[in-house]
């Protein structure tokens, strides 16, 4: 998934304060929750579908939907269908966590699907705690976001995961011996990647710089970087900001292989780039429709490009196999304690993006994929492992 914002100050100080009372905690929540109703069963959907992120956001708010009409359609979840609420979290901290009291409190939701990134999902988890409301995000994949949070799921790998495939990668396969590490300063995502990059890689680094989102003029540290010696870059970041470098160091001649997590997914990444100047290109993604797929994941293919008449991205099927795992979980569940209870004990769950099973702590490591990219577009996509 999706942009980690620091938590803004009145996020951070609302969770400190739960945490300081003991709400985080699930000893503090309302065990049973919100009933489920007998004619329905309602999902909170909690998104970036507007803001810095929406790329995220919208994108996995298209796939959750296409969950719910399918399951709908089929004839609900022992008989009842559905109920979606929907709203946008605009990306924003704060946001996050009003939407998600909204929802359990008003709504009276059973489930919540999202935030799409860390911070809001960090924002958004403790009112979902305490009024004893699961909360799967499917993108979320800050290091150690889940400890002690009984209520929180997260549907996708973690930022070591991929600082350590990144690692293996550029060494084993793109032979580098020297690289540049250029990192977005502002993103707990992006920092959790580069420092299980500087871990795990055996190489030299040899430039660590950093930027921050937001930042739009990349050429100073880039000619600083044209001057040494290197193999390939690693950038740790998102679409907006390593669009822009891919085509700013293209276009001063740097042609070295750019490399990066799974926030270069999807075409806002060629947008800032440009098809001409993306190129020698790798980056990770939890999907692909690249390679020989599953009967379930060919399915979702063609219904999502039906649906949407566009290429779903790796955030729409987490997002898709978010309200399936939801979904599973309520069969028989008379209240969000009880679809918690069931989520937590989810093996081998087989879904669009490849098995889901939850550890002790709600965490997952799925099949990732190594994506090759050539003038904008993806030619290749190889099963990684850290």
Request: with cysteine.
């Amino acid at each position: 998934m999706k942009k980690k914002f620091a938590l803004s100050f009145v996020a951070l100080a609302s969770v400190a304060l739960l945490a300081a009372c003991g709400e985080v905690k699930s000893g503090a929540s309302n065990a049973a929750g919100n009933s489920v109703d007998e004619k329905t069963i309602k999902i909170g959907f909690n998104f970036e579908e507007t803001g810095a992120v929406a790329a995220y956001g919208t994108s996995e708010q298209k796939g959750a939907q296409l969950a719910v009409d399918e399951i709908n359609a089929a004839g609900g979840i022992d008989g009842k269908q559905i109920e979606v609420v929907d709203k946008d979290n605009k990306s924003e901290t704060a946001e996050a966590a009003s939407v998600t009291t909204n929802l359990v409190t008003q709504s009276k939701v059973s489930a919540i699907v999202g935030p799409a990134t860390s911070g809001a999902t960090a924002a958004a988890v403790a009112n979902a705690t305490k009024a004893g409301v699961p909360l799967i995000s499917p993108s979320a994949t800050q290091d150690g976001l889940t400890k002690g949070q009984d209520y929180l799921f997260i549907g996708t790998f973690q930022d070591s995961f991929q600082g350590k495939i990144i690692s293996n990668y550029v060494s084993d396969k793109l032979q580098a011996k020297k690289v540049v590490l250029y990192t977005d300063n502002a993103s707990d995502y992006a920092k959790g990647i580069a420092k299980a990059f500087r871990e795990a890689y055996k190489g030299e680094i040899v430039a660590d710089e950093t930027f921050v989102a937001g930042d739009t003029d990349f050429q100073a540290a880039l000619t600083k970087m044209k001057g040494k010696d290197f193999d390939a870059i690693v950038v740790p970041g998102y679409y907006t900001e390593a669009g822009k470098i891919v085509n700013q160091a293209r276009g001063m001649g740097i042609d070295k292989p750019i490399v990066g997590g799974d926030g270069f997914n999807g075409e806002e990444f060629v947008q800032q780039a440009t098809a001409e100047k993306a190129s020698n290109i790798y980056f990770i993604s939890g999907f692909s429709t690249t390679v020989e797929v599953s009967a379930k994941a060919k399915a979702f293919l063609e219904a999502y490009r039906a649906k949407y008449n566009e290429e779903p991205s790796t955030f729409a099927a987490l997002a898709y196999d978010s309200v399936h795992l939801v979904a599973n979980a309520a069969k028989g569940a008379k209240n969000s304690g009880e679809i918690k209870d069931n989520l937590a004990k989810t093996k081998d769950f087989e879904g669009v993006t490849g098995q889901t099973s939850f550890d002790a702590d709600h965490n997952t490591v799925k099949t990732a994929y190594m994506m090759t990219m050539n003038n904008g577009k993806v030619v290749a996509a190889e099963v990684v492992k850290p």
